[in-house]
């Protein structure tokens, strides 16, 4: 397809300013072959699970067939591409039933944060409460699973819920949430998905930094899970000590945690005492005693 422009020269001479006729080029409109460096990827619920009652969808799981699908598309424009999808299949995309957002973390090492939600934000129809995660790879691979009847996007929105179990998951991080972060100027922490053979495990957290809004590095599971004490916000999880005479594991479970953390600032010299206090119960002892534990203990 061709379309016309304009393009306008003008001309002086000593007496008055005279103008020329526009002279038209032609110029190619660009067609739907994109030559983007990034992808998009979408995964659907078959049309045989999304009809049907939650009966049916359990005679479907136990087949070998998935009850999803994923298509992608190559470009360099989230909401051109998602078009693009229109032209290879008949169905049609319901921004509202968007469950997650997984990003490559090249891809965020490379491009600003609000650039690659930024048309996300704008719909008004994509629900604010769709979750945002950084994938450490390549981000299709956490929209896979090997296991039959399930699907991988209400599988991350599962693990996310288990919030309360453990002190090495962020809390969740919708959409809505995440432009605030990105607005407050601060750097801020998102969930790392890491994926292997259809199988994903959240582990440590991605730092996106507020002046960039750009991928920083990772924390590990240790240090995201240090963070947590440091802060206080955690609602749960285990810590694992040993015996000092015999070397045998206790367990401590976490009920409730909370910090306090201030500053001392001396000349060019900063300091902070955090004071951390936590309720919980002894939860495993494997030192055998015949004695009772106190408190203490």
């Not at 004490?229 to 479970?253: C, M, R, S």
């Amino acid at each position: 397809m061709r379309i016309w422009r304009s393009k306008i020269r003008k001309t002086r001479n000593h007496a008055n300013k005279s103008k020329k006729k526009k002279d038209y080029i032609p110029y190619e409109y660009p067609t739907g072959h994109f030559t983007g460096d990034f992808t998009l990827d979408l995964e659907l619920i078959r049309q045989e699970i999304s009809h049907n009652s939650d009966v049916h969808f359990r005679e479907f799981s136990r087949s070998q067939q998935k009850p999803y699908f994923n298509i992608s598309e190559t470009g360099d424009s989230i909401h051109q591409m998602s078009r693009e999808f229109s032209l290879r299949s008949d169905r049609t995309i319901f921004n509202p039933h968007l469950k997650v957002i997984v990003i490559s973390d090249d891809l965020v090492r490379k491009y600003r944060l609000e650039q690659l939600v930024d048309q996300q934000l704008r719909d008004n129809e994509i629900r604010p409460s769709c979750l945002v995660f950084i994938s450490k790879g390549r981000a299709n691979e956490t929209l896979e699973s090997k296991e039959s009847g399930k699907i991988p996007a209400f599988r991350l929105i599962g693990i996310s819920d288990n919030e309360y179990r453990t002190t090495r998951i962020l809390p969740p991080m919708p959409l809505a949430k995440s432009e605030g972060k990105m607005h407050s100027g601060s750097s801020f922490l998102l969930q790392n998905v890491i994926s292997t053979n259809g199988e994903v495990k959240f582990s440590g957290a991605a730092v996106i930094t507020g002046k960039t809004k750009k991928l920083l590095g990772f924390l590990n599971e240790e240090e995201m899970e240090g963070l947590t004490w440091i802060t206080g916000k955690g609602k749960g999880g285990l810590v694992k000590n040993f015996d000092a005479a015999t070397n045998q594991p206790i367990i401590y479970e976490v009920k409730t945690m909370k910090s306090k953390i201030t500053s001392h600032v001396n000349g060019n010299n900063i300091s902070f005492d955090v004071k951390i206090e936590s309720e919980g119960r002894l939860s495993e002892n494997w030192v055998v005693s015949g004695e009772t534990s106190e408190n203490k203990f």
